[in-house]
Structures are given as C-alpha cells and as structure tokens.
C-alpha cells in the first residue's frame, strides 16, 4: 500500500495506491478531474480505469463533487455511508447545495485558487452503502467508521494495519488551533464521533484540510470541551443576524 496526497481545489486528496487498483478516499472537487486523471497518466503511469473504488464521507462540494463525474469516466464504484435520505433532500436541500458551493468559491478566493467550475449534483447515487465496521470491498485493510455530525452522513475510514484513519472534515484549523468544522448540525453527534478518536491513539490521522498528524487524547478532549453544544450552520446564523438586526433595529427606533 502507498498513500498518494494531492493537492485539491480547497482540499487534501488522499489517493490509496495498491498492485490491484487504487481507492479514493473522497469524492473532491468536480474540479479536481484533471488533477486526479493527470496524476494517475504522468505520476502513477496507470489508467485511469485503475481506480476501483471512490469513498464518498459527505455530500459537500469538496467531498462529493467529483464522484459521479469520475465513475464515469473510471467505471469505479461509489461507496458510502447508509442514508435513507439524500443530505440535500427538498427545496431547503437545494438551497443548502447552493451555499455550500458559494462556500467553496470563497474558501479558494481566500486560498488564492482560480475559480473553477465546482457545480456536481446534489443526490449522491452511491453503488454500495456500507454500515459501521464493515470492510471497503477490494481493500478489506479500509473499515468503515461513522462519525456523524458535520452533516449526518458523515463517515471516515480506518485502517489498522497501518495504523492511519482519514476523517475528512470531522477536524479542521482556525489560527493555527485544531477546531470543529463549519458547519456542525448535529452537535451532540459530533462529540460523540470525535470521542471515537480515543480508540486510534497512535494513528495518523488523515484530514481534509489539516496537515497528517497524530492527535492525543488530551487534544481530543479539548476539541470535545471546545465543541459547540446548539447547531452551527447557515440556518443558525441567518437566524441570529436577524435577531441582532431586529433588536438594532427596535433599539434605532427608541
């Protein structure tokens, strides 16, 4: 096994390389096509038709973005967490995709990256849906984990033979400091899935937007301590700037 890290649109793209094929361990930016096409035809010297499996954590656009595109074009399979509902589900699902792909250009205007094509669909059509412990097909080594709570579908993926674990955006960094991501809708989940860190003590662990590192369990207990307890998405704070503005408002007026 060999662990490829390429440079992704807004994101750390971890590419699992084996004799057999190679695993994916997100879907990336839809943006990120070229990169991953060039880096298995100049670096890897390996068709494309190589990549076996790419695993989806959560439907973002730098998660999900490129998945069905690279099936396409692979013939690989997608695999996910179980669902029962698509996280952009309804008419407030279609408006929770539209920000989160505005998020996505902002974050690479500020990482100074060329604004690029990011649109993917919303639904995530996966091939396999595979449960909590269970093995990634092809690559039994890749053990499923859920850690909801960024969204609630989120998974991550372990494997303790070599004693490393993607997490995707269940860690990130603000000012130098290890923090919850942006969004948390479910924050008792959340705590819930960073407490499953504890068990890897001694792994690396892999991040989407964090260099690779190895996380004590004082450093989890404080990103537990520090974690928020009330949702914190884009719902949560246009309804707070409403209240503020609100009350300026009733305060001007007085």
Known sequence: MHIHQLRGYIQNIFLIEYPHGCLLLDGACKADFTVIADYFKHTLQRPLSDL?????????PDHAGCAHYLRKKSGCQIISGVFNKQWYAGIGGKVSHLTDIFLAHWVASKL?????????????HPDLMLADGEA????SDWQVLYTPGHTSMDISVVNHEHKCCYVADLVVKVRGQLQSP????????????????????GYTIMMA???SQQISKDEITELVSRAPNKPQNVQQTIFHLARRLARFKSQSEA
Not at 52 to 60: A, Q, S
Not at 113 to 119: G, L, N
Not at 136 to 139: N, T
């Open 52 to 60: 076996k499996v790419v695993l989806v954590t959560h439907m973002h």
């Open 112 to 124: 100074g990256r060329k604004r690029s094509f990011i649109w993917y669909p919303p639904n995530l």
């Open 136 to 139: 990634v097909p092809g690559f």
């Open 182 to 201: 942006y969004p948390v809708n479910h924050p008792k989940d959340y705590k819930a899935s960073l407490k499953r860190l504890n068990d890897l003590n």
């Open 209 to 211: 937007h964090v260099p």
